[in-house]
């Protein structure tokens, strides 16, 4: 089964660090995009970064609203995502998905909940 | 602050058809693949349609998926109440270099 479990969300406060870490299971992870997806509560969508494959010598894309905070990374060794957050603002607080983007975005994992709060 | 403009809200009755509208402009919906997703609250969003009007495996046909131009259009035949749902229009935005989403519709089945 293919699959995409997030892990290391949870609450801090303004200014701070976390990271979120992403396992893919049932499918080559080497061979895909992989996406970081956000939702604020009660609000739309949010793309936030994307890691391309190998292939594309694993370039790297992100949001206006994150660039030169966040860092997108891979370990293919590892099927891994992760996403390095750094001085996080309350308008950070969101659901944060993985994805992996195929023919669309077409796997989601079931997200991990960061909280930015003093 | 979104990019792709969806109609904020359509209600229909159950067996009628829904009509969803995304429009753009030529640096994102006019040169890219569109695709659509659908989220129920509380889940995570699920994956409709992709590269304007493909369907991935287990999405039945009443979805549908068009692109014209700078806009996309998602249809639902036979709505069910199983449908009620926040749908979400996406593509590649080629002065942004991002993704970008629409703001979403939230579809009533009444």
């Known amino acids: 089964e293919v699959q995409l479990e997030e892990s290391g969300g949870g609450l801090v406060q303004p200014g701070e660090s976390l990271r979120l870490s992403c396992v893919a299971s049932?499918?080559?992870?080497?061979?895909?995009?992989m996406d970081w997806v956000r939702q604020a509560p009660g609000k739309g969508l949010e793309w936030v970064a994307r890691?391309?494959?190998?292939?594309?010598?694993?370039?790297?894309e992100y949001a206006a609203s994150v660039k030169g905070r966040f860092t997108i990374s891979r370990d293919d060794s590892k099927s891994s995502l992760y996403l390095q957050m750094d001085s996080l603002k309350a308008e950070d607080t969101a659901m944060y998905y993985c994805?992996?983007?195929?023919?669309?975005?077409?796997?989601w994992g079931q997200g991990t909940t960061v909280t930015v709060s003093s | 602050q979104y990019v792709l403009t969806q109609t904020p809200s359509v209600s229909a009755a159950p067996g009628q058809t829904g009509t969803i509208s995304c429009s753009g402009d030529?640096?994102?919906?006019?040169?890219?693949?569109v695709s659509w997703y659908q989220q129920i609250p509380g889940t995570a969003p699920k994956l409709l349609i992709y590269?304007?009007?493909k369907r991935p495996s287990g999405i039945p046909d009443r979805f549908s998926g068009s692109k014209s131009g700078t806009s996309a259009t998602l249809g639902i035949t036979g709505l069910q109440t199983g449908d009620e749902a926040d749908y979400y229009c996406?593509?590649?935005?080629?002065?942004?270099?991002?993704?970008?989403f629409g703001d979403g519709t939230k579809l009533t089945v009444l």
């Open positions: 994805v992996r983007k195929h023919h669309g975005m077409d796997v």
């Open positions: 590269e304007n009007n």
């Open positions: 049932g499918f080559t992870f080497s061979d895909h995009k």
């Open positions: 030529s640096f994102n919906i006019g040169k890219n693949f």
């Open positions: 890691s391309r494959d190998k292939g594309s010598d694993y370039s790297t």
């Open positions: 996406g593509t590649w935005d080629d002065s942004l270099s991002s993704w970008v």
